[in-house]
């Protein structure tokens, strides 16, 4: 089965620096994700993303979050100077547009 | 804002038992419903789902039960086995009422354990 693809595995940043994390998509895929789940909690959707824009972000992503496609294959979220409570694990998810969505196997930021 | 509920943190069962893990969700916008099992440093897996048109889809041991009148549903297990043992994810979208098709999202609850003893 095809799968999304997430790198890295695990990222270890000092509070305030900036990271980016990487997905890349299933092929045919048009429609792409961000979740995130803090250690216990649930999973949380933080932003979708569709034809080159952002088409729906939640309350956890503000402006020190983005979202980009500038290869056209690579999906990434960058945080521009993350703070401690970003520690969660990071879910890339990507969809056709229609019923289920595949998820990566996450990446885990932790922020010292 | 819980739309989506998962009031049983763990379940424990035994091998060969059948598991019923429920969900409850708020939000009467919801028409599609999914169930994601994760075991740890994965990510969630797609397990089954119903559309809200139905109120029962079974895919081998897997059943989902939906009770729109309730907002309810369930998945049931039969015969539970120990690798089944992960979080169970259950999830809500709006799908028929999304905006051009480009705001498709989930919802997700927090998840129950589910330990299928040996």
């Given at each position: 089965?095809?799968?999304?693809?997430?790198?890295?595995?695990?990222?270890?940043?000092?509070?305030?620096?900036?990271?980016?994390?990487?997905?890349?998509?299933?092929?045919?895929?048009?429609?792409?994700?961000?979740?995130?789940?803090?250690?216990?909690?649930?999973?949380?959707?933080?932003?979708?993303?569709?034809?080159?824009?952002?088409?729906?972000?939640?309350?956890?992503?503000?402006?020190?979050?983005?979202?980009?496609?500038?290869?056209?294959?690579?999906?990434?979220?960058?945080?521009?100077?993350?703070?401690?409570?970003?520690?969660?694990?990071?879910?890339?998810?990507?969809?056709?547009?229609?019923?289920?969505?595949?998820?990566?196997?996450?990446?885990?930021?932790?922020?010292? | 804002?819980?739309?989506?509920?998962?009031?049983?943190?763990?379940?424990?069962?035994?091998?060969?038992?059948?598991?019923?893990?429920?969900?409850?969700?708020?939000?009467?916008?919801?028409?599609?419903?999914?169930?994601?099992k994760?075991?740890?440093?994965?990510?969630?897996?797609?397990?089954?789902?119903i559309?809200?048109?139905?109120?029962?889809?079974?895919?081998?041991?897997?059943?989902?039960?939906?009770?729109?009148?309730?907002?309810?549903l369930?998945?049931?297990?039969?015969?539970?086995?120990?690798?089944?043992?992960?979080?169970?994810?259950?999830?809500?979208?709006?799908?028929?009422?999304?905006?051009?098709g480009?705001?498709?999202?989930?919802?997700?609850?927090?998840?129950?354990?589910?330990?299928?003893?040996?």
């Amino acid at each position: 089965e095809p799968e999304v693809t997430q790198t890295p595995s695990h990222q270890v940043t000092q509070m305030g620096q900036e990271v980016i994390l990487r997905c890349v998509p299933i092929s045919n895929h048009l429609y792409f994700y961000w979740y995130r789940q803090i250690l216990g909690q649930k999973v949380e959707f933080l932003v979708s993303f569709y034809n080159n824009e952002i088409s729906e972000k939640s309350e956890i992503f503000d402006d020190q979050f983005s979202v980009e496609r500038p290869d056209g294959s690579n999906f990434t979220l960058k945080i521009r100077s993350t703070k401690l409570e970003d520690s969660a694990m990071y879910f890339c998810a990507t969809g056709t547009g229609w019923e289920k969505l595949f998820f990566g196997s996450g990446t885990q930021l932790s922020v010292l | 804002d819980q739309q989506v509920k998962q009031n049983s943190p763990s379940l424990s069962v035994q091998e060969g038992r059948i598991s019923i893990l429920n969900c409850d969700y708020t939000n009467s916008m919801f028409d599609y419903f999914l169930w994601y099992k994760k075991y740890p440093a994965e990510g969630p897996t797609f397990l089954i789902s119903i559309s809200s048109i139905k109120d029962k889809n079974e895919d081998g041991r897997f059943t989902v039960f939906l009770n729109k009148s309730a907002k309810h549903l369930s998945l049931h297990i039969v015969p539970s086995q120990p690798g089944d043992s992960a979080v169970y994810f259950c999830a809500a979208s709006a799908w028929g009422r999304r905006r051009g098709g480009s705001n498709y999202k989930l919802t997700f609850g927090k998840g129950t354990l589910l330990t299928v003893n040996p």
